[in-house]
C-alpha cells in the first residue's frame, strides 16, 4: 500500500470509529438514563455546606439550587463507549485474523479487516485505555458514594487515590516506554532523567482537577474536552502516531453524544466519572505527544478555572476577602447576570481560540530547524 493511500485509508479509518462511536453512545444513553433515574436518585447534590471546602457559598446555591435532583455519572457513557470499541476491534482482530497464514484466505504478512481496525497498541494506547478505564471506575464509586453519603470522598482520599494513579501512569512511562525528556516549544527535547516521573504525576493532575473545575455549567466541560481532544488529536496525526489518533476519534465521537444530551438543560451531569476519566487520559495524551506545555494554551479555560479557585482561597483566607463574587470563574459569571448558556458558549469560543493556538505554535516549532533553536 502506497504512502497516499495508507493515509487515505487512515482518515476514513479515524472518521469511521468516530461516527462508530457516536452513534453507540447514543444507543446506551437511554439504558443508562434509566439506571440513574431508577437506582441513583435523588442524584447530584448542589447546594454547598458552609462546612465543607469552599466555605460559605450562598451565590452559588442560589444560582444552582434549580439543579438539584439532576442524575449524575453521565459521563460513564463516554469512557464505557471508548472502552468497549477499542476491546471489540482488538479481540476481533485476535480471534478472525490471529489464525496463520493461509487458514482465512490471506497471505502471509497481510493484515485482515479487523487488524486494520485495531488501535489497541502498547506504546500508544494501551496506557490512555488504561487510565480511562480505571479513572472512570474510582470517579463513578466516588459518585455513587455522594449520592448514598451526600458528599463523596473528602478532597484527601481523592488526592491519595489519584496520585497512586498517576504515580503509576510514570512509573510505566519511565520504565517500560523509557521516557525521560520532555519538549519545550521552539528550544527541543531536554533529558530530565528520574525528574520525568513528578513532572508527570504534576501534569495529570493537574489536568484532571483543572477540568473538574470546569464541570459546573450544562455542556460547559464537555465543549472544553472536546475541542482539547480535537487538537491533542491533530497534532498526533501530524506526528504519525495512528493508533493514538484513532483512540482520540472515539473519544471526540462519545464526547458529542455526550453533549447531546448534555447541554441546556442538562438530562444528566458528567460527573466525576467523566471528568476524571477524560482529564487523565487528557494529561496522558498530552505526555505522549511530548506537548504537556502546550496545554495551559489548549486548554486555557481549565487553567483559568483553577486559578479562580486559587486566587480566591488564598483571598479568604489572607485578606478575608473575596475577589470573585462564585467560583469557579463561570459562577462569577452567572452571578453578574449572564445567563448560563452565555457564559458556556463564550467559553467554548475561547477553549476554541487557545486549541487553534496551541495547534499553530505546534506546527511552526516543528518546522523551526534544530540549528535555530
Keep these: 500500500m502506497d504512502n497516499n493511500l495508507f493515509t487515505v485509508f487512515n482518515v476514513v479509518k479515524i472518521f469511521a470509529v468516530s461516527t462508530i ?20 436518585r435523588p442524584g447530584k447534590e448542589i447546594e454547598r455546606d458552609k462546612n465543607t471546602f469552599w466555605g460559605e457559598t450562598p451565590i452559588f446555591n442560589a444560582l444552582h439550587k434549580k439543579k438539584e435532583g439532576t442524575p449524575t455519572m453521565g459521563g460513564f457513557i463516554i469512557w464505557f463507549t471508548v472502552a468497549v470499541l477499542t476491546l471489540v476491534f482488538w479481540y476481533f482482530s485476535k480471534i478472525f485474523d490471529g489464525l496463520p497464514a493461509g487458514r482465512h484466505g490471506l497471505p502471509a504478512g497481510q493484515a485482515g479487516f479487523w487488524s486494520n481496525l485495531n488501535f489497541l497498541s502498547r506504546g500508544q494506547t494501551l496506557l490512555p ?15 455513587i458514594f455522594g449520592i448514598v453519603k451526600r458528599g463523596g470522598l473528602s478532597m484527601k482520599r481523592k488526592l491519595f487515590l489519584y496520585s497512586i494513579l498517576a504515580a503509576g501512569g510514570a512509573w510505566w512511562f519511565y520504565h517500560k516506554l523509557d521516557w525521560d525528556f520532555i519538549n519545550i516549544p521552539f528550544f527541543g527535547d531536554f533529558v530530565v532523567g528520574f525528574w520525568y516521573i513528578p513532572i508527570f504525576i504534576f501534569v495529570i493532575m493537574a489536568t484532571a482537577f483543572s477540568a473538574n ?15 482539547s481532544f480535537a487538537a491533542l488529536g491533530a497534532i498526533a496525526f501530524v506526528q504519525g502516531r495512528t493508533d493514538l489518533v484513532v483512540f482520540i476519534s472515539a473519544i471526540v465521537g462519545a464526547l458529542v453524544a455526550f453533549l447531546w444530551f448534555n447541554i441546556y438543560p442538562a438530562r444528566f451531569f458528567m460527573g466525576d466519572t467523566g471528568v476524571m476519566a477524560l482529564g487523565f487520559v487528557l494529561g496522558v495524551v498530552a505526555m505522549l505527544t511530548n506537548t504537556f506545555l502546550l496545554l ?27 475577589i470573585f463574587l462564585s467560583t469557579p470563574i463561570h459562577h462569577h459569571f452567572e452571578a453578574l447576570g449572564w445567563p448560563e448558556t452565555q457564559v458556556t458558549m463564550r467559553f467554548w469560543m475561547i477553549s476554541a481560540i487557545g486549541a487553534i493556538l496551541g495547534i499553530i505554535i505546534f506546527l511552526i516549532d516543528s518546522k523551526v530547524p534544530p540549528l535555530f533553536r
Design 213 to 227: 473545575e470546569a464541570d459546573g455549567l450544562d455542556g460547559l466541560s464537555g465543549g472544553i474536552f472536546l475541542l
Design 296 to 322: 495551559p494554551i489548549i486548554c486555557v479555560v481549565f487553567v483559568l478555572e483553577s486559578l479562580s479557585v486559587i486566587l480566591q482561597t488564598a483571598s479568604k483566607k489572607i485578606r478575608k476577602k473575596k
Design 21 to 40: 462511536s457516536f452513534f453507540v453512545a447514543i444507543s446506551i444513553t437511554p439504558i443508562w438514563s434509566k439506571i440513574l433515574l431508577k437506582y441513583f
Design 129 to 143: 485505555l488504561g487510565f480511562l478505564i480505571v479513572a472512570g471506575l474510582v470517579g463513578m464509586a466516588d459518585d
